[in-house]
């Protein structure tokens, strides 16, 4: 497509992200499972980017016609392309980026050194994935050289949303934050941390404001946030934590001060793991600081059982009236399928928190593809989590608004 078809048809967003204006809509945090033949491709690109398959585009093209037909039949009102053009939801931007190279390997999370017995349970499953422990550094000054990708990637699930029979009552694209970048990507040129964070921001911003330019719900990925707490930043107090959770806000700001906050929504996690998540941060720490973030959504996990009672954070801390609150009410890292009233419970029960339900959209607490290869639901269940998340909406309409 040309740069005359985004200047006429997709450039910049007018109106602000919906709200639940007589029923609470439904979305999800983005990765969606892949098909294997697709996930065999991405992983060869990932080895060697030269050695790019000519079967890739086709691939590509079939599977996010697919994952959007899968979406609208589940009920799902704001949808995107499930990532399935690229490899991992951070890990993908060291093909977009110059200046990564070479092969560093990530910290071990504390969860793992507490719990050796399940890091090795979880090391199987790592070997058949998409690069995750072991990345790309910086290794110079990074340059986002060509938007070509992200272009296209967003063109394609345009294309293909105006061509669905179904629509979508809006449409959303992710992206990895600045920090989480910086946290999974080792540093291996910049000074600081500070310096290699900005030079990210820098960069990042290009490809958040060619987003939005067509006319997409930016989703900023933000873990490092939330799980980097047991990861990259375990050797730091609380304080120092929080410390780094507002440089990393401030790197968000900074790269989307051209976008109204209302056209952005941030993700918060504490890794999207069945693990013992022992050593997480808790979300009332966390909370004050992600409330700086210029943007109109927090979508954050309030259905796992390490967090599912964090929902009574949100009366201590008030939601702020220009945010929307997207909770996870559906987790994402088993094969149980929740049953709708428990859905509808606890969308019921995070309303009460917020006072408002014009502000709630019921969501998934992770993406269940995050990493090529790495998904632990099976794709089948996915699809039938998010039917049952829909029903559960309803069911929590008809219960908050007395309609079904």
Not at 54 to 81: C, H, M, Y
Request: net charge negative.
């Amino acid at each position: 497509m040309t740069d005359k078809y985004l200047e006429s048809k997709h450039t910049k967003r007018d109106p602000p992200m919906q709200r639940s204006e007589d029923r609470f809509l439904t979305t999800h945090t983005g990765s969606l499972p892949r098909h294997p033949s697709l996930r065999d491709l991405l992983k060869q690109k990932e080895r060697d980017p030269l050695d790019i398959s000519p079967e890739l585009a086709l691939e590509t093209e079939a599977a996010v016609s697919n994952v959007i037909a899968e979406q609208l039949k589940a009920g799902i009102d704001i949808g995107n392309n499930g990532e399935q053009p690229r490899v991992g939801f951070s890990t993908y931007v060291t093909g977009r980026i110059k200046g990564f190279g070479g092969e560093v390997s990530r910290p071990i999370r504390l969860d793992n050194k507490d719990f050796p017995d399940f890091a090795a349970m979880g090391a199987e499953r790592l070997r058949s994935a998409s690069r995750v422990m072991i990345n790309p550094a910086a290794q110079e000054e990074l340059e986002y050289g060509n938007l070509q990708e992200c272009q296209e990637e967003c063109q394609q699930f345009i294309r293909l949303t105006e061509t669905s029979n179904r629509k979508f009552s809006d449409c959303f694209m992710t992206a990895a934050s600045p920090g989480i970048v910086t946290t999974t990507m080792m540093n291996k040129y910049y000074d600081t941390h500070e310096n290699y964070l900005a030079a990210v921001s820098r960069e990042m911003q290009k490809e958040y404001e060619t987003i939005h330019k067509h006319g997409l719900i930016l989703q900023l990925d933000c873990p490092d946030l939330a799980m980097e707490r047991s990861w990259f930043f375990q050797d730091l107090s609380l304080s120092q934590f929080q410390d780094r959770v507002q440089q990393h806000i401030q790197a968000i700001n900074d790269a989307v001060v051209n976008i109204p906050r209302e056209h952005i929504r941030l993700h918060v996690c504490w890794g999207n793991s069945n693990s013992p998540h022992v050593n997480d941060v808790p979300l009332k720490d966390i909370l004050p600081y992600l409330y700086e973030a210029n943007v109109g959504a927090l979508s954050v996990e309030l259905a796992n059982p390490r967090h599912q009672h964090e929902h009574k954070v949100f009366k201590k801390h008030p939601l702020p009236d220009s945010m929307i609150l997207i909770p996870g009410v559906i987790d994402s890292t088993v094969n149980y399928v929740e049953h709708p009233e428990v859905v509808a419970d606890r969308i019921c029960q995070i309303t009460d928190a917020v006072e408002d339900r014009n502000r709630i959209i019921a969501s998934t607490d992770c993406g269940f593809g995050t990493f090529a290869g790495l998904g632990a639901v099976a794709p089948s269940v996915v699809w039938a989590k998010m039917r049952t998340l829909r029903e559960g909406a309803e069911i929590a309409t008809s219960r908050l608004w007395g309609t079904t």
